[in-house]
């Protein structure tokens, strides 16, 4: 009938043209539908419009770009043009107009109704979709690894570190313990571990308590919490430098599935677990679609693996089982030795200081400070510049053939001689292996003897005080002589003893780990009994050696 109607319009026209004459019912009739069609076309263009408005305040409302009410909307006005473009009479175009307009009427109440009742639905999966902008200490959830029976000692170690405002997280025990007001305030909340008695454990040298330890990170997710990039862990024992964290995971994309950790310092601890294997002492990341993963499996991965030691191989088991392996970050100090850790922290590796571990076995980093009050004394430069904190510098004072080794925020070291930043940036063995029996080859990088030459002992200079000056914008550094007798020594090259106080300035550097290289020092000045170094960028063809 459309076909019809058309054919005698296109008739009517073609007949004006050729100067025929035409009823005049015709051509009324042919006015009146051009005029209704107009209006209706006009109507149609006003309600689309309308529509365009409406869609871009949804997408500008967080709705994804996916979003079914879209592709509802260009065939709703698809449809309505292409009715309105087949109208050619005035009966048929007084119909067809009101059934369109009553169709776009249904159409706008469907498209609500389903905006309404799709509305909440993809909020909520909005909401267990990670963020895709960079990360922050906001985005990131600690799950903390804790033991009622020695509570008392380890929360200290966590107000170390942690920052009530600014910090997510939960401490984890197997029982409830007592907290003080103080407590409240300066630690994170803590929660007691589900019940894990049904899980089989038969390894003979460890304890079961590795099976709830093991579950935190799956447990944490189960919180539910919002707009999380990370799940760190780590034990009561270990204290995190927050802002090194953050640089280090910025570095990957949380939304794709990561395990970063460290191995152990000891070559026979990774050989008897895995040099695949976070340790969780050291503190690990897993990202948020990973956590998301080993919740659902974890139960049933546990289960698998009853003979294994501890938390730390059981979820490397799961790891294993979903694919994803190790991305190591040096900066996750595990820290498996005993005795004085000085000679690690003082070359420390060309990477951000992440994580300090075991400080309940270890010496104060510190000498005549206990084991907090030491950590105090670091953190008071670390919060000057974290990025710096314990980052070695090598120089040389060429009149007196001095070697110096400046570890930033923590201490200076001078050697009578000339010694090659090859050999300072190796540690010295001032500390000794988790397993007692075993000698230099046992652990997991180089290493040098603390040399027994009295002319090539080291003069050690400890960090004394530390601030910000406003004026030049550099962070002003003291490190003093550590009072001990030095050895005899008949080389005629100066002795340091002479040195009581050095002082290093440097500026913060925010760019320091855009790419890998150390700080370079000069000495800068030298007075009868102190020292000035200067610590920066290594400028354009300056080099770290004796030319």
């Known amino acids: 009938m459309i076909k ?21 019912s015709v051509g009324m009739l042919s006015h009146i539908g051009g005029w209704a069609s107009k209006v209706f076309r006009s109507l149609v263009v006003l309600i689309c419009i309308s529509y365009f408005i409406y869609l871009m305040n949804l997408m500008l409302s967080n709705y994804p770009c996916w ?15 292409s009715t309105s473009g087949s109208s050619s009479s005035s ?8 059934s369109n307009t009553v169709a776009v009427l249904a159409m706008e109440n469907t498209t609500k109704d389903v905006i309404a009742n799709e509305a909440g639905i993809h909020r909520q999966a909005l909401q267990a979709i990670p963020d895709s902008t960079g990360t922050d200490l906001k985005h990131i959830v600690f799950g903390i690894a804790a033991s009622a029976r020695l509570w008392d000692k380890r929360k200290e170690y966590i107000k170390l570190w942690w920052r009530p405002k600014e910090m997510r997280g939960f401490i984890w025990l197997e029982k409830p313990v007592k907290t003080g007001k103080s407590d ?18 038969n390894n003979k040298q460890g304890h079961r308590s590795a099976i709830r330890i093991s579950r935190i990170v799956s447990e944490t997710f189960r919180m539910g919490l919002p707009d999380v990039h990370w799940f760190v862990m780590g034990d009561d024992d270990t204290v995190f430098i927050a802002d090194n964290l953050v640089r280090v995971l910025s570095k990957y994309d949380h939304t794709k599935p990561y395990y970063i950790g460290s191995l152990s310092e000891s070559h026979l601890q990774n050989i ?21 993963a080993l919740e659902s499996m974890q139960d049933k991965c546990i289960q698998r693996y009853p003979g294994l030691y501890g938390s730390d191989d059981r979820i490397q088991a799961c790891m294993s089982e979903l694919g994803v392996p190790l991305t190591k970050e040096p900066g996750f100090h595990q820290y498996d030795v005993y005795g004085n850790l000085f000679g690690l922290l003082a070359a420390h590796p060309l990477t951000p200081l992440v994580s300090l571990h075991h400080l309940d076995v270890v010496e104060p980093i510190f000498p005549n400070m206990t084991r907090v009050k030491a950590l105090q004394h670091l953190s008071k430069a670390a919060k000057l510049d974290s990025a710096g904190i314990m980052q ?18 923590y201490a200076v070291q001078i050697f009578r001689t000339i010694f090659s930043p090859r050999e300072l940036e190796m540690p010295s063995r001032t500390f000794l292996n988790w397993y007692r029996r075993a000698d230099f080859t046992a652990y997991a990088f180089n290493t040098r003897p603390v040399t027994r030459h009295p002319c090539q002992k080291p003069f050690i200079f400890y960090l004394k005080d ?24 008949r080389w005629r090259i100066p002795s340091p003893e002479i040195i009581d106080l050095i002082r290093v300035v440097k500026k913060p550097d ?3 780990w855009q790419s890998p290289r150390r700080n370079c020092c000069r000495v800068v000045a030298s007075k009868k009994s102190s020292l000035d170094i200067e610590v920066g960028a290594c400028r354009e063809g300056e080099v770290i050696g004796v030319s």
């Open 4 to 24: 019809k109607k058309q054919k005698d319009l296109d008739k009517v026209v073609w007949d004006q043209m050729a100067g025929r004459k035409v009823h005049p």
């Open 466 to 489: 530390v601030r910000y000056d406003n004026v030049s914008g550099q962070i002003i550094s003291n490190y003093a002589r550590q009072q001990v007798k030095p050895p005899g020594c």
């Open 510 to 512: 925010t760019l320091l």
């Open 392 to 409: 070695q510098s090598i120089c040389y004072d060429k009149k007196r053939e001095w070697s110096i080794s400046v570890s930033w925020g």
């Open 91 to 98: 009966s048929s175009s007084t119909s067809t107009s009101t």
């Open 67 to 81: 979003h079914p009410i879209i592709s509802c909307r260009t065939e709703c006005a698809q449809g309505v043009s």
């Open 184 to 201: 409240n305030s300066s630690l994170p909340p803590w929660r007691i571990s589900a019940n894990t008695s049904h899980f089989k454990y």
């Open 272 to 292: 008897f677990f895995s040099y695949s294997m976070a340790y969780g002492g050291g503190g690990f990341a897993i990202s948020y679609p990973l956590a998301k």
